[in-house]
């Protein structure tokens, strides 16, 4: 292959044609209103993270022992645990049962 031969074609090669971008002139493709926009929601995202900072909080060890003094309170009538008095009783059990002829 001659060098001019090569020169054409690596000049044909897509990798060395230019890539034209709109997105590089001087002139701006934000709008007026999605500054406003931007503005309003990150407004409503600090009131918001107000709010969060103003209630009251309880601890989460607190939480966890009224739950655990709740569940050990009612596990003597929870169905779940203690299980049904008769089976007519188990929402749970099947309505019919399948009989094959």
Same mark, same amino acid.
């Given at each position: ?8 074609s690596?000049s044909?090669?897509?990798?060395n ?8 002139s001087?002139? %701006?493709? /934000?709008p007026e209103?999605?500054? !406003?926009s931007?503005?309003t #929601? ?7 993270l107000r ?5 009251e ?11 655990v003094?709740?569940v050990?309170?009612?596990?003597? %009538?929870? /169905?779940?645990v203690?299980g049904? !008095?008769?089976p007519k009783? #188990?929402p749970f059990r ?8």
């Amino acid at each position: 292959m001659s060098a001019q031969q090569i020169n054409n074609s690596a000049s044909n090669h897509p990798s060395n044609h230019r890539i034209v971008d709109n997105f590089s002139s001087s002139r %701006s493709y /934000a709008p007026e209103y999605h500054v !406003q926009s931007v503005y309003t #929601n990150q407004r409503r995202l600090c009131e918001h993270l107000r709010e969060e900072a103003r209630r009251e909080r309880t601890k989460v060890s607190v939480v966890c022992k009224d739950l655990v003094r709740y569940v050990t309170d009612h596990q003597s %009538s929870d /169905a779940l645990v203690v299980g049904f !008095q008769s089976p007519k009783d #188990n929402p749970f059990r099947d309505k019919q049962q399948c009989s094959l002829l």
